[in-house]
């Protein structure tokens, strides 16, 4: 291991969280604005649900809803075309699928970690 490696469980994640707060710690957009775009910016390049999996919390955090993600998808089309807008209408989708499907595992682990202690 060199010396910049960490032992992690999550070394991609923890990767992928470490550029996003570069481009946080450079950029003066606001929170949500650097969601807009880079929900646009996915859009653009045709990103798997996985990517915008990745992309759910900070962009619920910075107070993005689904109704602005179809106005980004509405803005975009004119430039991307409707082959990409579909393809992201179906991976977001499958995005929050799989958010949802790692919330319910995290739900049922804590769960099975407090019957535990209960006993």
């Known amino acids: 291991m060199s010396e910049n490696e960490t032992e992690t469980d999550t ?3 923890d990767a992928l969280l470490a550029i996003t707060a ?6 003066d957009l606001s929170p949500r604005e650097l969601m807009i775009a880079r929900i646009a910016a996915l859009v653009a390049v045709d990103a798997p649900a996985a990517s915008y999996a990745l992309n759910a919390l900070p962009a619920a955090e910075s107070s993005i809803n689904l109704d602005d993600v179809e ?9 991307v075309g ?7 209408a179906a991976n977001i989708a499958d995005g ?3 958010v949802i499907a790692l919330a319910e595992v995290e739900l049922e682990e ?6 535990e202690a209960e006993d």
């Open 11 to 13: 070394p991609v994640s």
């Open 22 to 27: 570069t481009s946080l710690d450079y950029s």
């Open 71 to 79: 106005d980004i998808l509405v803005a975009v089309a004119p430039i």
């Open 82 to 88: 409707t082959s990409r807008i579909v393809s992201a």
């Open 96 to 98: 929050l699928g799989i």
């Open 110 to 115: 804590e769960l099975e970690a407090e019957a």
